[in-house]
């Protein structure tokens, strides 16, 4: 590998916040099992957080942001791994881009146990396309064991146009399922019902508060990428016995809900924790979704490629729910 490489840093101090494209050299990089040259890393709704200085996520400074990568084993001492591989290395937001550095660099060292092998067939950047599917496919798992099946009627899918929610759109319809998703983009009906969506609500329904415990029953069961009032919304407003996939905080981590859900329902409000999963289950659910997601022409529909220089600008822009699918950063200066 080169003597030094580009990455993309932040840095806070007491008198200031910086973030931008440094020279970085092998002795930057933290300890770990494997290096690897980065084609791809995904840009998630976390990963923007790190980069604003208020942003309450980033634990350590300096640091290079990333959660999520994809790319080819340059070194490696774990078994597992050799170079030439074909990898993607995640931790699900728990260490890597937040305490650690990430993907946001021409080359990352990572530990092993954070390392998946590429599915068959898929490259680093499909790789990380269908990656945001592994916890959606793990929602719907919960879910199904729960007893939601096509039958009981719609689901709902929530923040549909981040990576999560998309995937978890293509998910459902592809298992048979009808599919409403909720968005706050008025230009996203036809993103959307490409990936499977039936019907489309506004985020004003969904957020909207109210003072009744209970609502009409409306939904089968839901995946919710957003928390919040929209959490409520759904607690109310969910079929008796059905579940609610909780995954994600775009809309906030508070929200007020009453009891009555849980004990006049029976609804189970299922809470995804994609960190403490096995092992063995990510890899049954990859397969899941390698199978399920239909790749041919999803990247088409879902992905934006960036580079390390736009970094800051599709910050901005994710921060104010005005970007759309996957947004992949390539390290790599072309």
Not at 50 to 74: F, K, Q, W
Not at 135 to 146: I, V
Not at 176 to 197: C, H, I, M, N, Q
Request: aromatic fraction near 6%; glycine fraction near 12%.
């Amino acid at each position: 590998m080169p003597d030094s490489f580009r990455a993309f840093v932040v840095n806070k101090t007491a008198e200031r916040f910086q973030m931008g494209i440094q020279r970085l050299n092998q002795s930057d990089l933290p300890q770990g099992d494997v290096l690897i040259q980065v084609a791809y890393a995904a840009m998630n709704y976390k990963d923007a957080l790190v980069c604003i200085p208020n942003g309450n996520v980033a634990r350590t400074y300096p640091l290079v942001p990333g959660l999520e990568l994809t790319g080819t084993v340059v070194e490696s001492t774990d078994p597992r791994f050799q170079p030439g591989d074909a990898v993607v290395a995640s931790d699900f937001g728990r260490t890597q881009g937040v305490s650690r550095h990430g993907g946001y660099s021409e080359y990352a060292r990572v530990p092993g146990d954070f390392i998946s092998p590429l599915p068959a067939g898929v490259d680093g950047k499909q790789g990380l396309v269908l990656s945001a599917g592994i916890t959606a496919a793990m929602g719907l798992r919960q879910l199904e064991k729960n007893g939601l099946t096509p039958e009981k009627g719609p689901v709902l899918v929530t923040g549909t146009t981040g990576g999560v929610g998309s995937l978890a759109v293509r998910l459902l319809s592809k298992r048979g399922y009808t599919v409403a998703a909720s968005t706050g983009k008025s230009d996203a009906e036809g993103y959307l019902k490409r990936l499977g969506a039936s019907e489309i609500l506004s985020r004003a329904e969904t957020e909207a508060e109210s003072a009744r415990p209970l609502e009409a029953e409306r939904w089968a069961g839901s995946i919710d990428t957003v928390g919040g009032a929209t959490l409520a919304y759904l607690m109310r407003t969910t079929k008796k016995g059905g579940g609610i996939a909780a995954i994600g905080v775009t809309g906030g981590a508070a929200y007020r809900a009453t009891v009555y859900p849980l004990i006049l329902r029976g609804i189970m409000v299922l809470g995804i924790d994609m960190p403490s999963t096995p092992r063995a289950v990510r890899q049954e659910l990859w397969e899941e979704v390698v199978q399920e997601a239909s790749l041919p022409g999803l990247g088409d529909v879902m992905l934006t490629e960036v580079t390390l220089e736009d970094i800051p600008s599709v910050t901005q822009a994710m921060l104010a729910g005005q970007t759309r699918g996957r947004i992949l950063v390539r390290p790599n200066a072309l």
